[in-house]
């Protein structure tokens, strides 16, 4: 049980975030921009034998230019290998304005839990019984492999994932190196999660996510948002877990959209 002076410093802290976060959107002068993306924070969360079914979604606020995404959906299917490796396939839907909805890309990723640092944590910042431990630490790569131009056009991602306690917080990081295949310099991306548990099925929280174009090179472009999430996990009948999670992140840069509408959901199938 948390005690509720720290409780309540806790939710001030996350609401002072979300105030920061719509106070820097709303002094950004912009052309109104609303092109969808995918948001996920990667946690060092790995179980053998473990079925996870993801559905990844990302809708734009706003009016959308013709051709431009109005919304994005991927579809991930993941598997625990051993109890530190995990593999996932993914594909990648898009859904321009105006335009018929079609497949945009592939994605195959894994997931190395560095054991030495525990892991396997829940996405409401819950601990699992089963790998219990305040820091966990984990690689994950991403070889993404668009539907034109094939394995030539995509890239890879990389870099460390991790997860720790912060007080009465749950604190969620990534830190991804983006090397293209076609000539470009590398890039360097981030998420960033920080979860309130208010019991066991509900916790709330703020994210922020970023891409730094051309960061090891002549910099290009970057992208940055930032805005409150709700998380809920709940064990069916069947004993398998159903993991929702919902996010309004706001654009805090002119070349980032206004504001997209995230919400992913996460099933689990135990090897039991």
Excluded at 65 to 72: A, H, K, N, P
Excluded at 106 to 124: K, R, S, V
Aim: aromatic letters at 10%.
């Amino acid at each position: 049980m948390l005690e509720k002076p720290l409780v309540a410093k806790s939710v001030q802290a996350i609401f002072a975030t979300i105030a920061l976060a719509l106070s820097m959107q709303m002094a950004v002068s912009k052309q109104a921009y609303a092109q969808a993306a995918i948001f996920e924070v990667v946690h060092p969360d790995v179980e053998q034998g473990e079925i996870e079914i993801e559905v990844l979604n990302g809708v734009g606020l706003g009016s959308v230019e013709d051709g431009d995404e109005r919304s994005v959906h991927e579809f991930a299917v993941g598997y625990g290998l051993t109890d530190i490796w995990k593999f996932t396939a993914a594909v990648e839907l898009a859904n321009p304005e105006s335009e018929n909805a079609e497949v945009e890309a592939f994605e195959f990723e894994n997931l190395i839990l560095l054991p030495f640092f525990g892991g396997g944590h829940h996405h409401d910042g819950k601990t699992s019984d089963d790998h219990h431990g305040e820091f966990s630490l984990g690689f994950y790569t991403a070889l993404e492999v668009p539907r034109e131009g094939g394995i030539n056009a995509g890239g890879i991602a990389f870099g460390p994932v991790f997860e720790t306690e912060v007080g009465s917080l749950k604190w969620v990081g990534n830190l991804l190196i983006e090397v293209p295949f076609e000539e470009g310099d590398a890039g360097l991306s981030y998420a960033s999660q920080l979860v309130l548990p208010l019991n066991e099925s509900v916790g709330i929280g703020v994210e922020n996510f970023g891409e730094f174009e051309g960061a090891f090179g002549d910099a290009g472009e970057q992208e940055h948002y930032a805005g409150p999430a709700v998380y809920f996990e709940a064990e069916l009948p069947n004993g398998h877990v159903i993991e929702p999670r919902a996010a309004v992140l706001f654009g805090l840069n002119d070349n980032s959209s206004d504001a997209v509408f995230s919400f992913n959901l996460e099933y689990k199938i135990g090897k039991d």
